[in-house]
């Protein structure tokens, strides 16, 4: 990968920003032209340049180049599924307390902006998606986001006829009947383990709820994220005319042991 600090060579994602905020996603080829609303982008402007440079374009408008953040390339990657917005794969990592070598189980992958959060913040993913065309995309997207050496393959299979693995950190779930998974999240995850879903409606929250209080999980809660952004000019001050009002409601529940449950060998105190 790119360290940082260099400047921009041929092959790297570039974030490109006109004055009106209009945002663009390019890969550096050299001899290569990038049409935009404000003008064309010559790639060889940009290829030697320090992040945050401003490169002119064919009309004299003006860019600022810098590399995408996590939240630039969601928003812009090719997409077949929706995609988890940025305000709350922000939620998802606190909220289910993703860190460095868990392992999580995540269905389905969509596009993989989830995916790309979690491998980011140093866990190991294991994938289940449905269809062989998004499995496809989202290893894509998160190769070309996170370099192509990132250890991250995607199942083709359905999450809701069981999951092999055993002792998960996470469950993490983003399709539309996630009840029908909480008995195998039951028994995949650890004692204590978090199960986290995702989803656009109550009506299907509620029914997930009532699920897991049938099943082995405690401090259920629902949340959901409303970011509002503000127009900041020095005579007004307000918030923005617009928002992304509603997205989806985000539910996590701890799995707690059951009758009978014997703990792991490797478990087991190392001084008797
Ligand atoms: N979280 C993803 C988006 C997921 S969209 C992202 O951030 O990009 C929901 C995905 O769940 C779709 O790709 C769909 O094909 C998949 N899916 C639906 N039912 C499934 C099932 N039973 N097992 C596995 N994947 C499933």
Same mark, same amino acid.
């Given at each position: 990968m790119v360290s940082p600090r260099e400047r921009f060579r041929p092959g790297e994602r570039v974030l490109a920003v006109d004055a009106k905020d209009r945002r663009y996603l390019l890969t550096l080829t050299p001899g290569a032209a990038f049409h935009t609303h404000a003008g064309v982008l010559h790639h060889d402007d940009i290829i030697g340049a320090l992040e945050g440079s401003t490169v002119t374009g064919s009309t004299g408008r003006s860019f600022l180049v810098f590399r995408p953040t996590l939240a630039d390339v969601v928003l812009k990657m090719p997409r077949g599924a929706q995609v988890i917005y940025p305000k709350d794969l922000g939620a998802i990592l606190v909220a289910a307390d993703i860190g460095p070598n868990q392992r999580i189980l995540e269905a389905g992958?969509?596009?993989g902006a989830l995916s790309m959060a979690l491998l980011r913040a140093g866990a190991t993913v294991i994938a289940y998606e449905i269809r062989a065309d998004f499995a496809a995309r989202a290893r894509a997207n998160v190769h070309a986001f996170l370099g192509p050496d990132t250890p991250y393959d995607v199942e083709i299979r359905d999450v809701t006829e069981g999951i092999?693995?055993? @002792?998960? @950190?996470r469950v993490l779930l983003d399709l539309p009947e996630p009840w029908r998974v909480v008995e195998h999240a039951a028994t995949a995850l650890r004692p204590g383990g978090i199960l986290l879903a995702y989803l656009p409606t109550i009506n299907q929250t509620a029914q997930l709820r009532e699920c897991l209080d049938a099943a082995?999980?405690?401090l259920t809660e629902t949340v959901e994220i409303l970011r509002r952004t503000w127009h900041i000019d020095r005579r007004s001050i307000r918030p @923005?005319?617009?928002?992304?009002a509603h997205t989806g409601f985000l539910t996590t529940a701890r799995r707690v042991p059951v009758p009978g449950e014997t703990t792991p060998v490797s478990d087991s105190p190392k001084n008797p």
């Open positions: 992958v969509g596009s092999t693995e055993r @002792d998960l @950190d082995p999980f405690r @923005d005319h617009r928002m992304v």
